[in-house]
């Protein structure tokens, strides 16, 4: 992975960029940054993703107007780097898996996520089809002041509404403590807060809550058995039955 201070010194345009805070990404660069005295994201993409960051500056100019999502100021195609706002507040990864967090809060955060995938779906959905967010994870959303934001749309596509609530479902179930049964609870009232407020039904929910599963192992190998053991039983018995079937 490089280093934000790799561009810094390469773009003359960043040499008064004072880096703030790395966050970690699976493939590309990614700082909070002061620029130009003002609190910036600086997003770099590696050269074979130009395709990503186009795909996320689209949805980010269309959306931030309407949604709780970042603000573009620039793409920088010189150098392959996306200027965003900055959003601060908990990562809701870190809130969800708080031990000292209340489940009645844990509640709240999960029906506050489900009205942000209303809302993206919602806003996104054309005649015919949607778009969906794409890397739908508990990593990519932030709570602020009693708000959810979402953050990284670069995998935004055309594809079905259960794909992003699996995905999500996925990272609830499998981040650390995995598959206890207050995760199980969560996805449930998760699901239910999405479903009572969309028109459209959501169709294959287990299937694709085990599909989502399947696909971290390629970035937890270590969980691979405990993945596909609950893969499968979600997959077979369904998400209320694999909770009680330990």
Request: charged share 30%.
């Amino acid at each position: 992975m490089r280093d934000i201070k790799d561009l810094i010194e390469k773009a003359e345009r960043y040499k008064n960029v004072l880096v703030q805070k790395r966050f970690d990404s699976k493939k590309n660069t990614v700082a909070y940054v002061v620029l130009n005295g003002q609190p910036r994201i600086l997003k770099w993409f590696v050269p074979g993703l130009k395709q990503n960051m186009d795909i996320e500056y689209t949805v980010l100019k269309k959306g931030f107007s309407a949604l709780p999502i970042p603000s573009p100021f620039e793409k920088d195609t010189e150098n392959n780097v996306l200027v965003m706002s900055y959003i601060l507040g908990q990562n809701v990864c870190d809130v969800v898996n708080d031990s000292q967090t209340g489940f009645e809060e844990k509640e709240k955060v999960v029906q506050l996520l489900a009205d942000w995938f209303v809302r993206f779906h919602t806003f996104f959905k054309s005649e015919d089809q949607f778009q969906i967010r794409g890397d739908a994870t508990l990593r990519n959303f932030i709570r602020n002041k009693g708000r959810i934001w979402g953050v990284d749309f670069e995998e935004s596509r055309i594809g079905k509404p259960s794909e992003d609530l699996a995905t999500l479902c996925g990272s609830l179930l499998s981040t650390d403590p995995m598959f206890v049964d207050e995760k199980f609870q969560l996805c449930q009232t998760f699901l239910d807060a999405y479903r009572k407020s969309v028109k459209w039904t959501v169709e294959h929910i287990n299937a694709e809550i085990s599909y989502a599963l399947l696909e971290r192992i390629q970035w937890r190998p270590n969980d691979e058995e405990i993945l596909r053991t609950y893969a499968t039983k979600i997959r077979n018995k369904g998400l209320q039955v694999a909770r009680h079937n330990f």
